[in-house]
């Protein structure tokens, strides 16, 4: 029965299913916040910390979790067509942006999931469920390890062998178990490859992440003015990072796999030509002449929504500076 629900909601994904709550990594995240690599990401230290330690104590009934993969190698290929427009302005944004027709991934994931664990409910009425992306404190990549999806590469990222790594986690956390078997934890596979430790623009790969160093900590999660990390901008990326993920040689395939869409979406093609396909100083002016609410309401139910008109407004301004 679980079998046939995964299949008819699930086209292009993986899944894996595992019943331990207690994440295998926590003593590295615990070093990451010992040595300060979270930066001014407070979130992840703050009383939220220690929920991280087990699924129980976020989730007090968790008996099992299903975890999923999204991958969004379309968007990152869509953008590589973008880049070679002649009237691209040089400016780069992630690729998970650009997922699901530029809206928030967020919500996507969680509407596909929701529709999987209904199903779930009128198979057992008994169960109960709780539905993350992202956003509750739970150590994800471990849960999609423990779940046999990946390893963990010297980027950090879970990376799957038919995937790679764009991608992004989502998970059903269920107050039973169920009869499927376990994920099998698999081993780091990066070989003699230093490719993604030699390619981060501002040097935050290293035992681990350094937050207050990586270019997505100031472009996404840094809303007011700050020092940008020593490096940002290099490349063109002015919201979110891809390279670390771009240079990896397990991305290659899976991206080759992809086919390149030629005609973008009317929304794509929106924020295409709001971002990407101008020169810089005019998104400047119009974002310096527009209200919040304005800002807001042009970017509703997108990625670009979270740092307000200010937060991208600074990573522009930061970028036209080097
Ligand atoms: C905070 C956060 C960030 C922060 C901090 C990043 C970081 N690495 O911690 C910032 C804003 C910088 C960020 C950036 C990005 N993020 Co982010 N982020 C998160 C979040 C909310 C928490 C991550 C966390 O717990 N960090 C704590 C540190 C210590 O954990 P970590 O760096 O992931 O390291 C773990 C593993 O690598 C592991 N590990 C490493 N080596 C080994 C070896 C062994 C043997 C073992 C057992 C474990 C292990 O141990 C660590 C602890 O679990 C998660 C969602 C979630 N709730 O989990 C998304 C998440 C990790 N991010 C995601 C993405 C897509 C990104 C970006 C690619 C976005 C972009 N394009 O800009 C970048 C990539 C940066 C990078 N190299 O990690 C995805 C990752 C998908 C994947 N394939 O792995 C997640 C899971 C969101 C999602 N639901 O899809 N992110
Ligand atoms: S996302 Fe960019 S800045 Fe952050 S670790 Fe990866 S390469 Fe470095
Ligand atoms: S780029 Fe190389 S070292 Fe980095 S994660 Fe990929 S395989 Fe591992």
Not at 286 to 293: A, I, T, V, Y
């Amino acid at each position: 029965m679980i079998n046939k629900i995964l299949k008819k909601h699930l086209i292009n994904c993986e899944w894996g299913y595992t019943e331990k709550p207690v994440p295998l990594s926590f003593i590295r995240f615990k070093k990451w916040k010992e040595v300060g690599h979270q930066g001014p990401l407070s979130y992840m230290t703050d009383y939220r910390y220690d929920l991280r330690s087990d699924l129980r104590k976020a989730y007090p009934d968790f008996k099992s979790a299903l975890v999923f993969l999204f991958p969004y190698l379309d968007s990152k290929q869509l953008l590589g067509r973008i880049y070679q427009n002649p009237h691209w302005n040089g400016l780069k944004v992630a690729s998970y942006t650009f997922a699901y027709d530029v809206y928030d991934y967020h919500y996507k994931l969680k509407e596909n999931l929701n529709s999987i664990a209904d199903e779930l409910v009128k198979d057992d009425p008994s169960i109960d469920f709780k539905l993350t992306v992202d956003t509750a404190p739970i150590l994800e990549r471990d849960l999609a390890y423990r779940a046999g999806l990946g390893f963990f590469g010297d980027n950090a990222h879970l990376i799957n062998q038919n995937y790679g790594s764009f991608f992004f986690i989502g998970s059903i956390l269920l107050s039973k178990q169920l009869p499927l078997d376990e994920g099998i934890p698999q081993s780091k596979d990066c070989g003699h490859c230093t490719k993604c430790l030699i390619a981060c623009p501002t040097s935050a790969l290293g035992e681990d992440v350094d937050a207050s160093k990586c270019v997505s900590t100031f472009s996404i999660e840094t809303f007011k003015d700050a020092t940008p990390p020593v490096g940002f901008g290099g490349d063109g990326h002015i919201f979110g990072c891809d390279i670390c993920s771009e240079v990896c040689p397990w991305n290659v395939l899976p991206l080759k796999r992809e086919a390149v869409r030629s005609e973008l979406s009317e929304r794509e093609q929106k924020y295409a030509d709001f971002l990407l396909l101008r020169p810089i100083d005019e998104i400047i002016n119009e974002l310096e002449g527009m209200s919040n609410r304005e800002y807001i309401r042009f970017f509703k139910g997108t990625a670009f929504e979270r740092t307000g008109r200010l937060g991208i407004l600074k990573n522009l301004i930061h970028y036209n500076k080097i």
